[in-house]
């Protein structure tokens, strides 16, 4: 089993340009979630999604957008990139049930110069 | 208060010495608690649920003190392997499932 599985893996971004981080899970999860982490900072949630064509807002959202067209995927999109973007983005997906625990991606380490 | 507040570490021990992390989180309806651990450049990965009644999986004690919304974790016999961030992480409750996670402890087991 895959699990989750993020792309790229490292991108370097010049100031103004878009791209999208890409998520995708093999386990039939309904629950994603898009996180970023910052050195010396816990994990804040960006976007999630409860089911396709379901998404919401997290803590941090100005700068990105989702969508969520199957189970499987969730990417994100950074459309206009800034410095203060610069982080580590981690994807995760659960099951339902807040005793669940959250299986995450291996991360996208992304720099905007 | 933070929503979930660690020790701020980092932690330096020699192996099998024993280590404590305490994390306090500030929402009484609270309703699921979790240690995540990360290495260094790696995704979080869940390391054990913690339960009202406390539990323990091998060398790791987990404990929750509802009345003094305290979670704590314990470490027997450090091993090298267990140098890594700990997360505390809570589930306030929701439809959403979001969790809240901790700034994280580091943790440095030495030979």
């Known amino acids: 089993n895959a699990g989750v599985t993020q792309t790229p893996k490292f991108r370097i971004l010049k100031i103004g340009q878009s791209m999208t981080l890409q998520c995708t899970q093999d386990?039939?999860?309904?629950?994603m979630y898009w996180y970023r982490q910052d050195p010396g900072m816990g994990l804040k949630l960006i976007y999630y999604?409860?089911?396709?064509?379901?998404?919401d807002k997290g803590e941090v959202p100005n700068g990105y957008n989702v969508s969520r067209s199957t189970t499987e995927d969730f990417p994100l999109r950074l459309e206009l990139a800034a410095p203060s973007q610069t982080s580590v983005y981690f994807c995760a997906s659960s099951l339902p049930g807040g005793n669940q625990p959250q299986h995450f991606g291996d991360g996208t380490r992304l720099s905007i110069l | 208060r933070k929503e979930v507040e660690q020790d701020p570490g980092p932690f330096n021990v020699p192996e099998g010495a024993t280590v404590a992390f305490n994390c306090t989180y500030s929402?009484?309806?609270?309703?699921?608690f979790f240690w995540y651990r990360q290495d260094c450049r790696k995704e979080p990965k869940l390391l054990m649920s913690?339960?009202?009644s406390g539990n323990e999986d091998g060398r790791f004690t987990a404990q929750l003190n509802r009345a003094s919304q305290y979670i704590s974790l314990l470490i027997r016999d450090s091993k090298l392997s267990d140098s890594a961030t700990y997360l505390c992480?809570?589930?306030?409750?929701?439809?959403?499932?979001?969790?809240?996670f901790g700034k994280g402890t580091l943790l440095t087991v030495n030979p």
């Open positions: 913690v339960y009202s």
């Open positions: 929402n009484s309806a609270s309703q699921s």
């Open positions: 999604s409860v089911g396709a064509g379901i998404t």
């Open positions: 386990m039939n999860h309904n629950y």
């Open positions: 992480v809570v589930y306030s409750g929701g439809s959403n499932y979001k969790l809240t």
